[in-house]
């Protein structure tokens, strides 16, 4: 499979088309990004590499970094870890608060926000220091220590976070968070700020297409068994309530973020990212959508 030749095409054919969607106005630091970025960088086991575009820029990973996060705590908890949070697709938008009232404060999976910030708290309740630990998780999985967060970026979602107050501050009365929501919520808004380009991305995310070992160094990150509960999250709920449609449409695990990054696995083969920021009416990148759309028609590769 000439997997370098059908990138370049595929980048070439969706940057000749019409580029749809709107950057989120939310976070007044990515809201400025400038609309016309377009990366994508691919990765296979035997460690091949490539990219076209804007591959080696920076860019706010948002919610990607939930994978991160989940695959450390998962892994330091185990299974105890389902009693707060399930996995089971929301079918709604990814910071929607209307099921957890029915659910007693239980998230319905760890990619929404309410997830994500259980995810925080267990971080806080198992961690010294949370922030520089996940960092370091993130900086060994990518073989690379040039990952920082982005304090304004961070700063800004922590000015603008009143919807996730509020799920924290519900969960909390459910018993299911167990820090102060400000601590909470002061980390969940770091991890979101966390950048990386789609070419450290694809490269960190490797051992999710390797049964949780990276296979340049044949360290074990998590066990196998993990890392497939956690692909079958990622094609349930990576997509918020456009999961099913993603799933239809390309075929692969995968998690999408606000700063418009798509990253998406097939197992036992590659990694590959995607950015570009104009995202669609259901917050994923437009672009992106399209062309790992484009990409797995192409390859005719898919996890079916
Ligand atoms: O919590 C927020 O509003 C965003 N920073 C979430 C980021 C994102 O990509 C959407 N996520 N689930």
């Known amino acids: 499979m000439n997997y370098q030749q059908i990138i370049r095409n595929v980048y070439s054919d969706i940057l000749q088309k019409e580029n749809k969607g709107k950057v989120p106005d939310y976070i007044p630091e990515i809201a400025c990004i400038d609309e016309s970025k377009f990366g994508v960088n691919f990765t296979d086991l035997d460690l091949n590499t490539f990219g076209c575009g ?12 939930k994978v991160f996060a989940l695959s450390f705590v998962y892994e330091k908890l185990g299974e105890k870890l389902w009693e707060r949070v399930d996995v089971e697709p ?4 990814f910071n929607s608060l209307i099921q957890l009232e029915a659910d007693h404060g239980i998230p319905r999976n760890p990619f929404i926000n309410a997830g994500a910030l259980v995810i925080c708290d267990i971080l806080l309740e198992i961690s010294e220091n949370p922030k520089e630990e996940l960092l370091h998780f993130i900086r060994d999985l990518s073989e690379d ?12 979602e922590m000015e603008n976070s009143f919807r996730n107050a509020a799920m924290c501050n519900f969960m909390k009365s459910f018993g299911n968070i167990k820090n102060q929501p400000d601590a909470v919520i002061e980390l969940y808004c770091h991890l979101c700020s966390i950048e990386m380009t789609c070419k450290q991305l694809s490269n960190s995310f490797l051992y999710l297409a390797n049964g949780g070992k990276k296979p340049s160094s044949n360290k074990q990150f998590l066990s196998y068994s993990k890392a497939k509960r956690i692909n079958a999250i990622l094609l349930t709920c990576g997509f918020y309530d456009e999961s099913g449609e993603f799933s239809f ?3 692969l695990p995968g998690k999408s973020g606000v ?7 097939l197992p036992q083969k590659y990694c590959i990212a995607v950015w570009s920021p104009r995202l669609n009416e259901k917050g994923n990148s437009y672009r992106g959508m399209k062309f790992l759309e484009e990409f797995t028609t192409q390859t005719g590769e898919s996890i079916f």
């Open 90 to 93: 929301s079918g709604n938008a």
């Open 54 to 65: 804007d591959f080696e820029e920076k860019f706010s990973i948002q919610s990607i970094s």
């Open 259 to 265: 700063g418009g990054g798509i990253v998406a696995i």
């Open 145 to 156: 220590h040039q990952i920082f967060f982005n304090e304004k970026v961070a700063s800004s």
């Open 249 to 251: 449409l390309v075929g």
